[in-house]
């Protein structure tokens, strides 16, 4: 399906023209004395001056210039040359600080400005836009994404003044504790969640009465808010943690992870039970009649044709209840569950923007991570991918 | 050789099949025809024990069907149906091994059982063997379908409407095959269709039901000619009968021998059906036929009136 040669990828050329915009006319960053004035908003232009910002374009242009008459070649050409800016991008911060930060004042700090974002979206989008033009496979695309993160691990030294850099350093044996529990919390909500809700689901097909009541249960679940349930289930946890021996001594509180994993969980049951649900039911009847009428028995039939069948929805089930727990264990900081959303929940509480960054940032990159993983291993497992169940 | 003794089958209150009585011959192909609704299928699947019947007896080689395990009397019946149940994460040939492998048959003598299958229904292994039933036509996905169901060379076939998804061509050539195959390889095959034209052309003996009920046994001749009530006659066409019955015959069995007239023009080849031959004559507007054979040699003729039947020609 590749495009005819000679019309413009427009998608280039828009993004190309945005990308423009925003460094020319929005701050690319802010700088501030300390942390706690307010920053005052930098411009490109006024950084390197207006022959320095000038003298960046060529490479945005370049890129308009090949999406024009786009070849293979030349789309190739542009993927290296998006991903040259993408992984430039904070030589241009770090090129800023040095060059407006004065030496003599250590607590000056740079935050991160429209046109940076705006540029960073762009060309990211540029680089998914190419890597479907290419044909490029999920493994490609996951290799773009480590060598972009590996030059800007590279550049941090040079982005000292850096205030999202300034807020890791300050804290960056909490950060890999906050990401461990982060992943555990997720990791164990969506585990036991997937092993109790595929046996919930496998009792609902047994007998409608449970189909009946687990759904209503689940859907009630679902549709407290999350912060009312950590409150919920605070009272109930105290209790039995303080009346309780064994409950004690496995460490569960009021507050802390027990009652976030308890609240993660039943959020979790709902697209779990059923995803899983609708997977087993929607197989073919076709499909089982006959497995059943070769003289497969009942374990042969789940084992080998049910359930290989209905593991993509399973899987999609699986993606959707990780990138939704991944989501909702920011708020679970706030009953002492630990976990990224400690450092937004702070930032929120010293109006400190980059220190809120510091948690938002990597949760996001968790979800798309978790997103495009498993969505990969869902379609690896379908080889009806291209064309679809035959009816 | 299978049969049925006052079998009744009730979901509940309903009776789907009344205390049929049916006898099916080793080698025989019987249809079970009727419309919808009317118990051929339930019939069917109470041979392999998919459905269990409320009352009375199936008999399999003399013996209850309840008798066997579940698994044993299924793996002994091939079971063919409309939408083939083809497992859509398998390959073709892992699809057609299905069967020797639960009876645990070795390695070597699968794959070649396989590709001996793929060969008889012409499916080259070279092309057919690593696809999915998506990746097929709706006439090969049941080619493999029947494949399968042959695997592990069972003596009873039981097919549920095979090729009612099909379009009319590829319906018909896998008609023509399955009769093909049916005169070397002699099963037993209980055949559930709602197509008239089809249970005609495969069927030795016909069972027509209604209501869960058999109205009438026979060969195709005999329930074309003698249809026991209205019933009967307009499944079987209504005035149409004649024309179907047309179909069952064939040009050898009415030809004369040659007479000293001139030969007609219009030929007609000796094993060609007798609605053949009336097409030819429509179309040549000829009511006198020269009947030839492989060498296009003259062998007798046909007129009209032998066509039809009647005694006497003149």
């Known amino acids: ?391 | 050789m299978i049969e049925l003794i006052e079998v009744t089958k009730r979901f509940g209150r309903e009776t789907a099949v009344d205390a049929i009585s049916l006898r099916i011959e080793r080698g025989e192909l019987c249809a079970l025809v009727g419309t919808s609704g009317c118990g051929k299928s339930t019939t069917l699947r109470m041979i392999n024990r998919l459905i269990e019947h409320s009352e009375g007896e199936v008999h399999l080689e003399g013996r209850q069907v309840r008798e066997f395990d579940e698994q044993v009397l299924r793996r002994r019946i091939g079971y063919v149906i409309q939408s083939t149940g083809l497992f859509p994460h398998w390959t073709v040939a892992r699809n057609i091994g299905l069967v020797p492998r639960l009876l645990k048959w070795p390695r070597a003598k699968v794959e070649a059982r396989v590709e001996e299958l793929m060969t008889l229904l012409g499916l080259p292994q070279e092309q057919f063997a690593g696809k999915y039933p998506h990746q097929l036509s709706g006439g090969q996905a049941q080619r493999v379908g029947v494949a399968r169901a042959l695997a592990a060379d069972p003596d009873i076939l039981l097919m549920d409407e095979p090729f009612g998804a099909l379009d009319p061509i590829t319906r018909e050539s896998l008609q023509l095959e399955l009769r093909d195959l049916q005169s070397r390889l002699h099963k037993t095959i209980v055949f559930v269709t709602h197509d008239m034209d089809e249970a005609l052309a495969l069927a030795d003996r016909l069972v027509v039901m209604r209501a869960g009920r058999i109205v009438q046994q026979g060969t195709p001749l005999e329930l074309l000619r003698d249809p026991v009530d209205d019933f009967v006659a307009s499944l079987l066409g209504g005035n149409d009968r004649g024309l179907k019955e047309t179909t069952l015959l064939r040009v050898g069995e009415r030809m004369q021998p040659l007479s000293p007239r001139l030969l007609p023009q219009a030929r007609v080849h000796r094993d060609a059906t007798l609605r053949q031959a009336l097409a030819v004559m429509f179309r040549e507007h000829a009511d006198r036929l020269a009947v030839v054979d492989d060498d296009d040699m003259a062998v007798g003729e046909l007129s009209l009136r032998r066509l039809v039947g009647a005694r006497r020609d003149e």
């Open chain 1, 1 to 391: 399906m590749h495009r005819d040669v000679s019309t413009p990828n427009r998608v280039l050329l828009a993004l190309t023209l945005v990308a423009v915009a925003a460094w020319l006319l929005l701050p690319l960053a802010s700088l501030a004395p300390n942390r706690i004035v307010p920053g005052t908003p930098l411009h490109a232009h006024e950084a390197f001056g207006w022959a320095g910002a000038l003298a960046a374009l060529p490479g945005l242009f370049g890129l308009a210039a090949l999406a024009w008459r786009p070849s293979a070649r030349r789309l190739w050409l542009a993927l290296a040359l998006a991903m040259l800016l993408l992984m430039g991008l904070p030589a241009w911060l770090a090129l800023a600080a040095a060059l407006t930060i004065d030496p003599s004042q250590p607590q000056a700090r740079m935050g991160l400005g429209a046109a940076f974002w705006l540029l960073l979206f762009c060309l990211a989008l540029m680089v998914i836009e190419l890597r479907s033009r290419l044909a490029l496979g999920a493994v490609a695309g996951w290799l773009l994404g480590a060598l972009v993160l590996a030059a800007w691990w590279l550049a941090t030294p040079w982005l000292e003044p850096l205030a999202l850099w300034r807020e890791y350093q300050g804290r960056s044996d909490q950060f890999a504790g906050a990401v461990v529990d982060h992943l555990l919390l997720v990791g164990g909500a969506v585990g036991t969640s997937l092993v109790l809700g595929t046996g919930i689901a496998l009792a609902m097909r047994r007998h409608t009465g449970v189909e009946r009541i687990g759904f209503t249960v689940l859907n009630f679940l679902q549709t407290i808010p999350s912060l009312a349930l950590f409150g919920l289930l605070l009272a109930p946890l105290a209790w039995l943690s303080a009346n309780v021996g064994w409950v004690h001594a496995l460490g569960i509180r009021g507050i802390g992870w027990a009652p976030a994993f308890l609240a993660l969980l039943g959020y979790s049951l709902l697209p779990m039970v059923r995803n899983t649900f609708v997977a087993l039911s929607g197989v073919d009847p076709g499909v089982l009649e006959s497995a059943r009428g070769m003289g497969m028995s009942r374990g042969q039939v789940f084992w080998q044709v049910r359930l290989p069948l209905a593991l993509p929805v399973v899987l999609e089930g699986v993606r959707i209840t990780t990138v939704q727990a991944i989501g909702l264990t920011a708020v679970a900081a706030l009953i002492g569950a630990g976990g990224l959303g400690t450092f937004i929940f702070q930032g929120l509480g010293q109006a400190a923007m980059d220190l809120v960054l510091l948690g938002a940032l990597p949760i996001l990159a968790m979800a798309l991570a978790a997103d495009s993983l498993l969505g990969a291993l869902t379609r690896r497992l379908d080889p009806r991918l291209a064309s679809g169940a035959s009816a």
